[in-house]
């Protein structure tokens, strides 16, 4: 089966920094997509951003719009999400996700991916 792995998750200051990679392995191919999202304690799992591999084509949700930056490395097949001027809304379990077909563009939905990592804590706190 396909492994996704996050890393560079950890505790961070409000206003701070922080950035997240995800590592793919195990997949023959290449993934056409591949997204960050989170989940807060009590809240459904929600889309925060989503990257085409091909053309570099990025969605954010409002949230966290110009505060995020989804960005990619290709030939490591690894999707990064720089943070910055967090806050603690922000806190919350962050999942790397990427699909081997295209998909919808605008903001990415759980459904819509078929690969999932195991989640990296992010906490925002003074």
């Known amino acids: 089966q396909v492994k996704l792995m996050e890393s560079g998750g950890g505790s961070v200051q409000p206003g701070g920094s922080r950035t997240l990679s995800c590592a793919a392995a195990?997949?023959?191919?290449?993934?056409?997509?591949m997204g960050w999202f989170r989940q807060a304690p009590g809240k459904e799992r929600e889309g925060v951003a989503q990257?085409?591999?091909?053309?570099?084509?990025?969605y954010y949700a409002d949230s966290v719009k110009g505060r995020f930056t989804i960005s990619q490395d290709n030939a490591k097949n690894t999707v990064y999400l720089q943070m910055s001027s967090m806050k603690p809304g922000d806190t919350a379990m962050y999942y790397c996700?990427?699909?081997?077909?295209?998909?919808?563009?605008?903001?990415?939905?759980?459904?819509?991916?078929?690969?999932w990592g195991q989640g990296t804590q992010v906490t925002v706190s003074s």
């Open positions: 990257i085409y591999r091909g053309s570099g084509s990025t």
């Open positions: 996700a990427a699909d081997p077909g295209p998909l919808p563009r605008g903001t990415p939905l759980v459904t819509w991916y078929d690969y």
């Open positions: 195990d997949y023959s191919g290449d993934f056409i997509c």
